[in-house]
């Protein structure tokens, strides 16, 4: 009896994760692009636990590594990049994945030539990311802020310099991957619980299986 009300107690709190899961990330597992990085800076807020975009077309370079992580799992590296706007304005954009950092890294040079002189325009197509804002971590806010001062880049100057980040490191499949991370602690106990159940009832239909050494 008391196998039967911890697999109904373990069931119970395996469908109120995943409820829960598919409630807080429904948007980010379902929902498409909702607003650009313009739409949603000045309310970040609204916009938390959405998909953003942003169509990049110059880079200063990156400025910090750091681990990716989810719920505190570290899972890999991010890379931060200080993006130069069509406006003007600077914004801190993180990626993780090989080729967008190659993408960035590339645009970086073609930024700098034409800063040079060297090209009349920024000889690269623009590339749109897709990510989700959020404020930068303090540590991560240090490397920016360094980053600034280092190319003489100031508010006093006549520079806007945002710092509402978007983290282009995270993809729908990863929000998936995550939520089915998560529902594994809940689905192990379900299985230890019914085997249990089943090696209880054995012993009932053979009552000289306690007297087995174990």
Excluded: Q
């Excluded at 949603?40 to 807020?45: G, H, I, V």
């Excluded at 990156?62 to 590296?77: D, K, L, N, R, T």
């Excluded at 040079?109 to 590339?127: C, F, K, L, N, V």
């Excluded at 897709?130 to 880049?153: F, N, R």
Aim: proline content about 3%.
């Amino acid at each position: 009896m008391k196998s039967t009300v911890r697999l109904a107690v373990v069931s119970a709190i395996c469908l109120i994760l995943f409820g829960g899961c598919a409630i807080f990330f429904r948007n980010l597992m379902f929902g498409g692009v909702a607003a650009t990085y313009e739409e949603a800076e000045p309310n970040r807020s609204e916009y938390h636990d959405k998909w953003i975009s942003y169509e990049a077309v110059a880079c200063l370079g990156m400025f910090a590594e750091g681990e990716e992580s989810y719920s505190f799992i570290p899972v890999g590296h991010e890379y931060y990049y200080l993006i130069w706007m069509e406006d003007g304005s600077i914004m801190p954009l993180s990626v993780s994945k090989k080729a967008d950092r190659e993408y960035l890294d590339a645009l970086t040079e073609a930024t700098y030539d034409y800063i040079d002189g060297s090209t009349r325009m920024i000889e690269m197509e623009p590339r749109t990311f897709t990510g989700t804002v959020s404020s930068l971590d303090s540590d991560v806010v240090k490397y920016y802020k360094e980053a600034l001062t280092y190319l003489e880049i100031s508010e006093a100057d006549g520079w806007v310099i945002r710092d509402t980040h978007l983290d282009c490191s995270k993809t729908r499949a990863s929000y998936l991957l995550l939520i089915g991370a998560v529902l594994m602690i809940p689905v192990i106990g379900i299985v230890s619980t019914v085997v249990n159940l089943k090696k209880e009832k054995k012993k009932k239909e053979n009552p000289e299986m306690d007297y087995l050494p174990r």
